[in-house]
């Protein structure tokens, strides 16, 4: 679903990702962890399609196409859903309308009609209770006085609705009280299926025993320095980044 | 012979058997704007605003309102409302809809006005804005003909908004034309009226109006100025508002259309508990220029205002917001808020904005502010990762930035109509009625 091949990534003329290469396939879920500065967001942002990153050489496929050559609304459409690490306030316009116009750009796409009013209302109602979030939260405009964890609760909500083929969560799971953590990893959860995908980043153990992934990855300087099943994320909560660091560098 | 003389010559074709008095208030405004001339950029007041085009261009005035039915519609908007029609300012019958006017109100042609009931309306006439105000105050005083006089009995509450449209045609040569509105509001009156410029494409005229606005005491009105001629028209507009004891004045100064115009916004809070709103939007492209100018006077205690007025302004375009309040000494117990947010959209806009405080007394509250920024391109990027194409998401923005004007519209086809312009292709990707059902349905449950 999505190949990352030898992604060499500079911001502001400093290389951040140096030769990254992650697969994930349809049905999988893959926890991307490694310490501050690593380039985890780097990653996200250059799959969004985000201005001020330099693709220096590689490439990105989602489902065998340039994702790099498609416009940050055409990877949307393609099925990839972004959570951001710091979801932006969005003064004015309100979440019901975001939704709305978000799906009937998805729908348009795929050349059906756009959705009817009462239909998307019922949808958006039902996810929203999942999520449990109140109603008033749709009248509201996007992020806008959220807080920390109330926008990760948002970015979730809108991933529900929307349905993506590859669900990108950029530490979803901070500032998240632990009722919270349970609302989102079962949102999160409800997504899996055999041909969706999410990649999480995460810098903690907790989230990933709720949602528990098929592959773990570290991310350290601009590389996949080591990849392994679940228990690598408890090992790594046990004994810290130093040994991967020293392991990788020997 | 100078532009100013060139433009009252205009004046000798026409005028012949007015009363004296009519005839030598012509004349003090043909003198007045003759001395002034039309005003450069040396002018403190005009010092954005190039008034050549004015100037040196050819108008004459119209003799005829034709105009058939489907391209009155194009302009039209579909109010409930009683109608007033001119057109290159001269008033249609055809097109006007005064039938089943609610007792106690009043809306005639100003010739009309004039001929059955000149002394009342004579006297008010020029009482608020006289020869002085501007040289083009003067210029209409000289040369006006037609408008529009709406009278409103005390305690009368109108049923539907009053709805005066100035239709601008393509016309073969450019028109002028030199309207005048009076709106005389009794005590504790209720109404609502708009003043609608609408032009055809093309269309190429200079309308230089003056309306004058009394309220009594307790009487309440909305007033709208939605500008939507073509590119091409030019528009000088001066509005003079008088507030007695608790009266309440709502402006709504929506700017679309025009290739150069500038509005003059001034009120004098008078009394006690009389208050001000001024709304502003103007959304400005290609190269057109708008300017607008406002004055609150706080000349008594205990009056308020409130300012808000926001710009929007594309490509090449221009415009000007100065707002000036002064607290007259000792008009205590004063609250005056304005703001200024403009947004341009191109690198070329450009933008002045100055706002002004003069006070003279101590126990105020004042606030002002002006800002002008772009559009957050990371609220851009975020719309856009959700699948809503760029134009689209800067269409969402951009009447997010409106938003805080366009909710206090109260009149649902005015809002829709100032949402399209200004968001562009939102309307037919994005239905609004659609989701403003869905938003009403939201409130409900
Ligand atoms: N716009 C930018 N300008 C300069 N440096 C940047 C920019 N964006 C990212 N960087 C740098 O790139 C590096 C990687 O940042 P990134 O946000 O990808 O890290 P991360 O792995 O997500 O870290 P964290 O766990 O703290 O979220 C950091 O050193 C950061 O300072
Ligand atoms: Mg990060």
Request: charged fraction near 25%; glycine fraction near 8%; proline fraction near 3%.
């Amino acid at each position: 679903m999505l190949e990352v091949k030898d992604l060499h990534v500079t911001v502001e003329g400093s290389e951040i990702l140096k030769g990254l290469n992650l697969t994930v396939n349809p049905g999988e879920v893959h926890a991307l962890m490694g310490p501050n500065g690593a380039g985890k967001s780097t990653l996200s942002a250059v799959v969004a399609g985000k201005d001020g990153y330099e693709v220096t050489s590689g490439e990105v496929l989602f489902e065998g196409k340039n994702l790099l050559e498609m416009e940050i609304e055409e990877r949307a459409l393609a099925g990839i859903l972004l959570g951001f690490q710091y979801p932006v306030e969005i003064p004015g316009v309100k979440n019901i309308y975001l939704l709305k116009a978000a799906l009937n750009a998805q729908r348009v796409a795929r050349g059906e009609e756009e959705i009817p009013a009462p239909e998307f209302m019922k949808l958006v109602r039902e996810q929203l209770s999942f999520m449990k979030m109140d109603g008033s939260f749709l009248q509201r405009a996007v992020n806008e006085g959220f807080s920390g964890g109330e926008k990760k609760r948002n970015e979730i909500l809108q991933m529900l609705v929307l349905q993506p083929k590859l669900a990108m969560l950029d530490e979803i799971d901070s500032g998240l009280d632990i009722d919270a953590m349970k609302v989102v990893a079962e949102g999160v959860n409800s997504l899996r299926s055999a041909d969706r995908a999410i990649l999480m980043v995460t810098h903690y153990q907790r989230l990933l025993e709720h949602i528990v992934p098929d592959h773990v990855h570290v991310l350290v300087d601009g590389r996949i320095v080591k990849s392994g099943d679940k228990d690598l994320a408890n090992e790594l909560e046990a004994r810290g980044y130093e040994w991967v660091l020293e392991e990788s560098a020997a | 012979m100078s532009a100013a003389h060139a433009f009252l010559q205009r004046l000798g074709e026409r005028v012949d058997d007015e009363p004296t008095w009519v005839a030598a208030r012509r004349q003090a405004g043909a003198e007045r704007f003759e001395a002034l001339g039309f005003p450069t950029k040396r002018d403190e007041a005009w010092k954005y605003t190039d008034v050549r085009r004015i100037a040196e261009g050819e108008f004459t005035l119209a003799d005829d309102a034709e105009l058939d039915e489907a391209r009155f519609a194009a302009l039209d908007m579909p109010l409930d409302a009683h109608r007033l029609v001119f057109v290159d300012g001269v008033f249609s019958a055809a097109l006007s809809d005064l039938t089943e006017l609610p007792e106690g109100v009043s809306i005639e042609p100003l010739t009309t006005a004039m001929r059955t009931n000149h002394e009342a309306i004579g006297g008010a006439i020029g009482r608020l804005a006289g020869v002085d105000f501007s040289p083009f105050t003067a210029l209409n005083v000289a040369l006006s003909e037609e408008g529009a006089v709406v009278r409103i009995g005390q305690g009368v509450v109108v049923d539907k908004p009053i709805y005066v449209v100035f239709a601008s045609r393509a016309n073969e040569s450019a028109r002028m034309s030199h309207p005048r509105v009076l709106v005389m509001a009794g005590a504790r009156s209720q109404s609502t009226v708009v003043e609608h410029y609408a032009g055809e494409a093309g269309a190429a005229n200079f309308t230089n109006v003056v309306s004058e606005v009394m309220l009594e005491r307790g009487a309440i009105v909305d007033h709208y100025k939605l500008q939507e001629a073509s590119t091409e028209d030019l528009h000088v507009a001066s509005i003079h508002v008088e507030q007695s004891r608790d009266s309440r004045f709502t402006s709504f100064n929506l700017n679309l259309g025009g290739a150069l115009v500038r509005t003059d916004l001034v009120t004098d809070l008078n009394a006690q508990g009389a208050e001000t709103n001024y709304n502003g939007l103007f959304f400005v492209q290609g190269r057109q220029h708008v300017d607008n100018h406002t004055l609150v006077r706080h000349n008594a205690p205990n009056t308020f205002s409130d300012e808000n007025y926001k710009g929007i302004l594309n490509d090449r375009a221009r415009g000007v917001f100065n707002g000036k309040v002064v607290v007259k000494r000792d008009s205590q117990q004063i609250e005056a808020n304005q703001n200024n947010a403009n947004l341009l959209l191109s690198d070329r806009a450009e933008i002045d904005t100055k706002p002004e405080l003069e006070i003279y007394a101590d126990d105020v509250k004042c606030s002002h502010g002006a800002t002008t920024g772009q559009l957050d391109e990371e609220a851009v990027f975020a719309l856009r990762t959700r699948g809503i194409d760029e134009q689209m998401a800067r269409g969402l923005l951009t009447l997010a930035f409106a938003g805080e004007v366009m909710d206090r519209v109260r009149l649902p086809v005015i809002a829709e109509r100032v949402e399209r312009a200004v968001a562009g292709k939102l309307p037919e990707r994005f239905n609004l009625a659609d989701l403003v059902e869905v938003s009403d349905a939201l409130e409900e449950a």
